[in-house]
């Protein structure tokens, strides 16, 4: 369907949410049908390029239903090609973060495709990220995120750079570094990750995330009693 047929094609679910609300208002309750027919108007003005009212609808969808990694995903392209890229960063990183987590694609083929479905959500992050340093190359977070889209793409050079370059505006960050602990867990170097941390928690004091991090860490190296210690810390 063209971008001009998705226009049109919103005038019919703007009646028929109309016709559901009236419906519900003298029957006293919301019928759940509205979810469907805001989400698909949603993506018609989506791909009709209309963003604004884009976001509105998936907003609400969000709102009635439980958090889903496509929605996210969508609305954050809306964000992003309405230049509010701060907003699109937060809204791939929660899209990323449940692909990997929800069972994204079980109908179409299991962990392959949602697998591929992460992929190419960090893919088109990366995009959004990068544009945004371009714009504002003082935003510690925007590095962390895209440091961190890097990591999980297994780009690691690219993602310590970008760790480095976080740091380098905001030595104190815990964030940034936690996140360049979770890269050297990843890619094996858990004395690395425990070094890390533990850094961390040097500064920071009683962390509970930096605690149960390390944590697993000892227990992932055989160091059972300090593991114990770091677990007994948090109770």
């Known amino acids: 369907m063209e971008r001009k047929q998705f226009g049109a094609a919103v005038p019919y679910f703007t009646e028929a949410l109309d016709a559901m609300a009236a419906s519900a208002s003298e029957l006293g309750a919301t019928n759940m049908g ?23 609808d998936l907003s609400k969808v969000m709102h009635m239903t439980p958090k889903s990694a496509e929605l996210y995903a969508k609305r954050g392209k809306a964000y992003a090609a309405l230049g509010e890229h701060h907003a699109a960063m ?26 591929i479905e992460s992929r190419r959500l960090e893919k088109r992050a990366l995009h959004d990220y990068s544009r945004a340093i371009e714009l504002d190359s003082s935003n510690v977070e925007t590095f962390r995120l895209r ?43 858990l004395k690395g990750a425990v070094q890390e941390v533990t850094a961390v928690l040097r500064v920071n004091g009683f962390f509970i995330n930096g605690l149960k991090l390390r944590a697993q860490l000892y227990e992932e190296l055989g160091a059972i009693q300090d593991a114990e210690k770091d677990y007994s810390s948090i109770i």
């Open 34 to 56: 509205t979810v469907k027919l805001y989400h698909q108007r949603g993506l018609c003005y989506l791909a009709a390029h209309k963003y604004k009212p884009a976001i509105e």
């Open 147 to 189: 440091g961190e889209a890097f990591m999980h793409l297994a780009r690691y050079d690219e993602a310590l750079a970008d760790f480095a370059s976080a740091l380098e505006l905001d030595p104190h960050d815990f964030q940034v570094c936690m996140a360049r602990a979770k890269l050297f867990r990843q890619r094996g170097d």
């Open 90 to 115: 937060l809204d791939y990183n929660e899209a990323i973060s449940l692909a990997a987590t929800q069972g994204l694609l079980h109908d179409r083929g299991g962990m392959g495709m949602e697998s």
